[in-house]
């Protein structure tokens, strides 16, 4: 099990921590972010939904921390492959976003004012650093051509940690480390953006069966969108324009089914890498319906926070029915394979 288990399965822990910040958004229950425009049935759930669905969240993420700590210590050979992996090692980013957004979801006994709140940043956050100056570094200094040929769409992860820690910053009112965090991910993405939409060889180098993750392509404006509002204090110009990008996106996908057929074919854990887009997509929705108040908006909020309900509980459902394909022998993050 060691063996084939890798950082991406840290895709459950993702969809659960971002659906906990949604809930905790729309029920009203927080630090004074949340939707006032969400509808009195959506505000009338109680939050011992939330409790539940956050600490669910929290298990799962400390289960899976757990399975890959003993693989660090039992399978080094593997991480090592996967963190040279120009797929795997993106995935690397994922236990640390989830932390971050566990943190931002936590329940009111916990206040970003609070010194334990930043002392947990700090924790969650120095990785995420330290693994960009990794990944960046790669980027501008290594051969001609390395990011056309190792750019992918998982490559957008590295992204939405830099947006969520940015976010988390800005929570916390630390306005001058959220700008900076921000710039640098806001920077990277315009580049990578631009060389997986130009389809240099990197871009099409993706298995089929990692093709749900495209709808990253839609999460990191989404995310860029959150993170400046939280900076900026309001649901500004930029943001509305990042929402409606991650719109187009996602309508763009969507729209094309077909993309995705392959890698419907069978369940795996790469079918986890639709929830979080999606639930990111609809706390974007959910700011933009508080900032402007229109029945339109709101009625956008609701389909997608739905769609983003619906997507993890159908996952939930196929992952405990499904278990033995959670652990396929021809998984494509198969480290041992991989060249070292």
Same mark, same amino acid.
């Given at each position: 099990m060691l063996t084939r288990f890798h950082a991406g399965y840290f895709r459950i822990s993702l969809a659960l921590s971002g659906q906990a910040l949604l809930w905790r958004t729309l029920t009203g229950d927080g630090d004074g972010d949340s939707s006032s425009s969400s509808t009195p049935m959506v505000r009338s759930l109680p939050s011992a939904a939330f409790l539940l669905l956050w600490s669910l969240a929290l298990l799962a993420l400390v289960a899976l921390a757990a399975l890959y700590a003993a693989r660090c210590l039992l399978r080094f050979p593997a991480v090592r492959a996967e963190f040279r992996h120009h797929v795997a090692m993106n995935y690397l980013f994922a236990p640390w976003i989830s932390c971050l957004l566990l943190l931002q979801s936590a329940p009111p006994f916990l206040r970003p004012a609070a010194a334990p709140y930043r002392l947990l940043w700090w924790a969650f956050s120095l990785p995420i650093l330290a693994l960009d100056v990794k990944v960046y570094g790669q980027w501008f200094t290594r051969g001609r051509k390395f990011l056309s040929m190792v750019a992918n769409p998982a490559s957008l992860i590295t992204v939405i940690g830099n947006l969520v820690t940015a976010r988390a910053a800005a929570k916390m009112g630390w306005h001058e480390a959220a700008v900076a965090i921000f710039a640098v991910g806001a920077a990277h993405y315009l580049v990578l953006f631009v060389t997986l939409y130009q389809r240099?060889?990197?871009?099409?180098?993706?298995?089929?069966?990692?093709?749900?993750?495209?709808?990253?392509?839609?999460?990191?404006?989404?995310? +860029?969108?959150?993170?400046?509002? $939280?900076? =900026?204090?309001?649901?500004?110009?930029?943001?509305?324009? #990042?929402?409606?990008? @991650?719109?187009?996106?996602?309508a763009s996908l969507v729209s094309r089914p077909a993309l995705f057929r392959r890698a419907m074919r069978r369940f795996s854990v790469a079918w986890w890498a639709y929830s979080f887009p999606v639930t990111v997509l609809a706390l974007a929705s959910a700011e933009y319906?508080?900032?402007?108040?229109?029945?339109? +908006?709101?009625?956008?909020?609701? $389909?997608? =926070?739905?769609?983003?309900?619906?997507?993890?509980?159908? #996952?939930?459902?196929? @992952?405990?029915?499904r278990t033995a394909d959670l652990l396929p022998h021809d998984d494509p993050f198969d480290c041992p394979h991989l060249p070292m």
């Open positions: 240099f060889p990197g871009s099409d180098s993706l298995p089929a069966v990692l093709r749900p993750v495209f709808f990253l392509f839609f999460a990191a404006p989404s995310m +860029a969108s959150l993170a400046w509002d $939280a900076i =900026a204090a309001s649901f500004d110009t930029c943001c509305k324009m #990042l929402f409606f990008v @991650s719109l187009f996106l996602f319906a508080q900032e402007v108040r229109q029945a339109a +908006a709101n009625a956008l909020m609701l $389909a997608l =926070a739905v769609l983003s309900v619906a997507v993890t509980l159908a #996952l939930m459902l196929f @992952s405990a029915l």
